[in-house]
Every structure is written in C-alpha cells, then in structure tokens.
C-alpha cells in the first residue's frame, strides 16, 4: 500500500464523537480542575505549569504493541487489530488523538517492513505520527537469511554471521533515516543456555567489534541505543545483562552511544530508579521502555502493578531535567505486550499512568526536601516524596488531554466511537503476525 492522500474525516475517532463524550463530563472536569488548582496553589505550585509541562511530554508507541501480545504458548488475536504497518500506524494515531501525548511509533524490522518508505513516512504524518527510534531484530531468524541466529548474532563465534547482523542494523539505519528517525535500538538476545558454552569476554568483545562496525554508520545526528536485558531468551548467561555492561559499552563507543532501561529487564526488587539516576548523573540514559511487571520480563501495562516505582522512576527523571538545564533528552517509549487487553485501551491507561508520574514527580518540593535531607529528617524528606504521589493529578491530566484535542474520559470516549468493530469489518484477520513474545 503507498501513500493515499487522508482527509480528516478518516482519522481515527471522529472529533464530534470526543467532543460528545467531553461535554458529558465537562462540568465535573472544571469542578474538580479548579479544586486540584486550589490545593496545588496552597503549595505555591501553579497548576497551569503543570499542564504546559506534560502537555510538552512525548512518549513513542511501540509498533508491535498495537496487535496483541501473547506468550510463549498461544496468541489470541483481537478480531480488527492491526495487519501491517499502515493499520499500526492508525491505531497509534488514535492513542495520539485522545491523549496527546504519543506523537512518535517505533519501527520494529523485518516486523514492520514494507516496500514504501517514503509513502510511509507520509502516511504517518497524515496520520499525525512521526517515527521513534527503529528496532533491529537479530534474535530471532527471518525468511531466506543465509545464516542462523541460534547461537547469537553481533556476538556470534563466527565472523560471517555477526556480518550478516551488522548489515541488518545498518539496514534500519537506513531505513529509519528515510522515515525521520533519530535513533536506532539494539537489543539482542545472545546469550548461553550451560556453563562453558561460551566465554564471557570473548562475546562481549566480539559484540563491541560489530557495535564499533554500526556505529561508524550512524547519521551524525543520531543515537545508538544498547537495551540490556537481564536474561530470556538466554538463561544461563547473557551479552548485555545489565546496566554496568551497557554503560562500559556506551563509553567504549563514544558520544552517540548510550544506554536504554527497559523497566522489566532487572533482577526481582532492584533498584531501578538508582540505575536512572547513576546513568543520567554520566550522560549516559539515552532512551526508556515503560512497562510493568511482577515476576520478569512481563510487558504489563504501565503503572498497573506498582505505580510507586513509576512514580520513583519520574522523580529521577525530573531531577535529571533539572540538573541538565534543557540538555537530558531521553527518548521515552512504551515496550508492553498486550494478551488480554485491546491494546488501544491498554495503551490509553498506560498514557495516563506515565502522564500521572511525571505530573506528580514535578510537584515534589526538591527545596524542602534538601532542607530536610540536609537535617537528616527522614519523615519529612521521606512525605516530600510521598505526598506528591498520593496527590490525584487526574485533573491537571484531563486538561492537558482536553486542551490538545483529546478526551477527558479517552477509554469511555475510545468505546463510544466503537473504533475497533467498524475496523473488525474492513480488516483482514492475518493469523501469521506476532507480537510481542520475548
Ligand atoms: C524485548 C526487548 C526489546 C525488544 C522486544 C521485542 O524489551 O525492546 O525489541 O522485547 O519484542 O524483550
Ligand atoms: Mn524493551
Ligand atoms: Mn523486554
């Protein structure tokens, strides 16, 4: 498919049905916008600041979150989900449009390949959705590829191999430069299964030998992301496990190299808010995957199982802003996988916990809680913290939402546009497409 000239009507929800569903809710909106304004300004905050600073908020939506996730057992696909790339990018564009606050997809490839870049490149802007960093995918093999994955890629003992996955991120490199990216994310899954499968230093400096290789090639406006991941779908060691091995990497590549945190790829109960600020404190916390987890890599949505580390996680983030005076720019995105969920719904929910976090990580008073840190007064420098997470900032959201176009209510007003039955009807089910299982 190329690019089709779009006229408004054909965006996603039409805007008399958001208009509708706000005027429903509008009086109750005001109502308790002014009240939140009133309690915020008892703190001398005000709220509008508030507002304009998460309506300036930017998070990606990952490509392969818009059709439904599944694990390693099954997929149960959602009857309209998306079949291909243009129908992922209209379904970003409605996640855009009632939240205002994901103006960017992030390409996953050969996932997401098509035979038109540049007629996708305005397809999204029609649609109102710019491109996030791009994806490579060496961790799994895909149709016709001369060598296996099996045993790794950059990482990989033999050199024709780690060749073949060097040229693929080039590929996306050139690629995403077409579509306007910025950046390109590389996550591998090499690893070992047994104990003297593979030599520990021998992987890794096999693996900064093919980054060195991708790395000459980036545009010079451009980031290298390197994701680590604790373990999965290796399970006994991994190349890039942790934070440490991701910041050695980025400094022994240089500037354009730094590091992406993906909230679900530590250890049970790590710190990872600590890991956030040491990596920012060395200019070195280049993107962000948010998503939510109990046990592992679980690609839950973000803040439904514990908001407070979300919340802990945006209080470093603000801080990072903060001390970086305009000059930390991470680029923020969603990594989550949605099994039983409309992934639209998910990411509506998703949008607002992130929003939520960062609202409430910028009413923290950071003077008093030096003050009190400097008098070692726990209590109080601990409720610096706590407080500004148990203040509803639903309001202050709402009007940001409302302000750029959106909904007050975006799963209600979502339901009543019965956007996924109308495309129930036109799309193609295709019982070949993945999402989402590593
Ligand atoms: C992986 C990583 C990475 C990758 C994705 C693929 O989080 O971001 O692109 O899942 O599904 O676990
Ligand atoms: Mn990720
Ligand atoms: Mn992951």
Known sequence: ??????????????????????????????????????????????????????????????????????????????????????????????????????????????????????????????????????????????????????????????????????????????????????????????????????EFTDTLERYLDSLRAIYRHLPHDWRLFIEHKMYEPAFYSTVVQDWGTSILCAQTLGDKAQCLVDLGHHAPNVNIEMIVARLAQFGKLGGFHFNDSKYGDDDLDSGSVNPFQLFLVFNELVSAEIRGKGSFKPAYMMDQSHNVTDPIESLLNSARAIAGSYAKALIVDRAAMKGYQADNDVIMAHNCLRLAFETDVRAALAMARVRSGGAIDPIACYRASSYRALKAEVRQYNPNLGGGIV
């Open 1 to 198: 498919m190329g690019f089709v000239a779009i006229d408004r009507a054909m965006l996603g929800i039409p805007p008399e049905v958001i208009a509708k569903d706000n005027d429903r809710l509008m009086d109750a909106h005001l109502a308790d916008y002014a009240a939140l304004a009133a309690r915020l300004a008892r703190e001398n905050i005000d709220i509008e600041d508030i507002v304009a600073r998460v309506m300036a908020l930017e998070v990606g939506l990952p490509s392969w979150g818009m059709v439904s996730g599944g694990t390693r057992f099954a997929r149960f696909p959602l009857p309209g989900e998306p079949t291909d790339v243009y129908e992922k990018i209209e379904d970003c564009s409605v996640v855009h449009q009632l939240t205002g606050l994901t103006p960017r997809v992030s390409l996953h490839f050969p996932w997401d390949r098509t035979d038109d870049y540049v007629g996708l490149r305005q397809f999204g802007e029609a649609h109102g959705i710019g491109f996030d960093a791009i994806n490579s995918n060496t961790f799994q093999d895909q149709a016709g590829q001369k060598r296996s994955y099996k045993f790794g890629s950059l990482s990989h003992s033999q050199a024709q191999t780690r060749q073949q996955a060097i040229e693929h991120n080039l590929q996306c490199i050139e690629t995403g430069h077409i579509l306007g990216s910025k950046a390109i994310t590389v996550w591998i899954g090499d690893g070992s299964n047994f104990p003297g499968q593979s």
